[in-house]
C-alpha cells in the first residue's frame, strides 16, 4: 500500500512534499491524471485503486482516509470512518478493472453524509465527474445554439421567397437594382383596411342621363364593312352640343 511522503526515521533524507491541495470549488474537470509507471506495477482493484487515487491531483490530504492510512488501517473501512466526522472518500461504484467511482463527501454524524464531489478512474486514468449544474448548463447551451441557427436559416430562406425579382418587369426599373421585398403582412392590411372602407361606404349612384339633344355615336354597316371604311373615316364626327358648340350655344336647362 502506498504511503504519504513522511520523513526517514533514521537519516536526513525527507521526501518531496505532497503536491500543493487546490482551493475549495476549484473546477477541475479539465484535468486528467495518469501514472503508467505504477499502473505497470501494480494491478487496478478495489484494494489498491485508492492507494492509486492519492498519488493524483484530486486527493485531499487532509482527509479522514489519510489518517487511517498514518494508522496502518484500510482508507477506505466503513467501520473506521463511520466514527470520525470531515472530509472522506468511499468507494461507490466498481466495474475492476476498468472502471471505478469515487465520492468525495462531508460527514457529520455516522448516518448523515452530504455528498460533494465525485470522481471516476476509467481504465487507469482519473477524472473529475462534472456536477449536475454544470451538465444541464451545457445541455442547454447547446440546445439554445441549435435553436438559434435554425431560426437564423429559416430566416433566410423566407427573406429569399418575400423577394421579388423585379429586373423583366420593365426597362425602367433596370437600373433600380435586382429584389424588391413585399411584405406580406403590409399587403392583408391594406387590403383590410379598403374593404372595410368599401363596406361602410353607400352604393355608386347610377349614371346621369345624356343632355337633350345629345346623340350618342351608333355604330353602321358601313364602319362594319371594310370596304366602306374609308369612306366612313372621311365623315367628320359627331359633335359634341355641349362641349363643341361654345358656352353662347349651350342649351339652359
Request: one cysteine or more.
Amino acid at each position: 500500500m502506498a504511503t504519504p511522503p513522511q520523513a526517514a526515521a533514521g537519516g536526513n533524507f525527507e521526501a518531496p512534499p505532497p503536491p500543493a491541495m487546490q482551493p475549495p470549488g476549484t473546477d477541475m474537470t479539465g484535468i486528467c491524471f495518469r501514472d503508467q509507471l505504477w499502473l505497470n506495477t501494480y494491478p487496478l482493484d478495489r484494494n489498491l485503486i485508492f492507494d492509486y487515487f492519492a498519488l493524483s491531483p484530486f486527493y485531499d490530504w487532509t482527509c479522514n482516509n489519510e489518517q487511517l492510512r498514518m494508522r496502518s488501517i484500510h482508507p477506505l473501512d466503513i467501520t473506521q470512518l463511520s466514527k470520525m466526522t470531515g472530509i472522506e472518500y468511499m468507494l461507490s461504484e466498481v466495474m475492476e478493472p476498468h472502471l471505478f467511482v469515487i465520492r468525495k463527501q462531508k460527514r457529520d454524524s455516522p448516518e448523515k453524509v452530504t455528498p460533494m464531489l465525485a470522481y471516476y478512474i476509467l481504465d487507469g486514468s482519473i477524472y473529475q465527474a462534472p456536477q449536475l449544474c454544470n451538465v444541464f448548463a451545457a445541455r442547454v447551451g447547446r440546445a439554445l445554439y441549435y435553436i438559434s441557427k435554425a431560426f437564423t436559416t429559416a430566416a433566410s430562406k423566407l427573406e429569399k421567397i418575400g423577394y421579388v425579382d423585379t429586373e423583366n418587369e420593365s426597362e425602367t426599373f433596370e437600373s433600380k437594382g435586382g429584389k424588391e421585398a413585399i411584405d406580406f403582412k403590409e399587403v392583408k392590411r391594406v387590403d383590410h383596411i379598403l374593404n372595410s372602407l368599401q363596406r361602410k361606404l353607400p352604393p355608386a349612384p347610377p349614371l346621369p342621363p345624356f343632355p337633350d339633344g345629345f346623340i350618342p355615336p351608333a355604330t353602321t354597316e358601313a364602319e362594319k364593312d371594310p370596304e366602306n371604311q374609308q369612306a366612313v373615316e372621311a365623315q367628320p364626327p359627331a359633335v359634341d352640343p355641349i362641349i363643341d358648340q361654345g358656352p353662347a350655344k349651350r342649351m339652359k336647362f
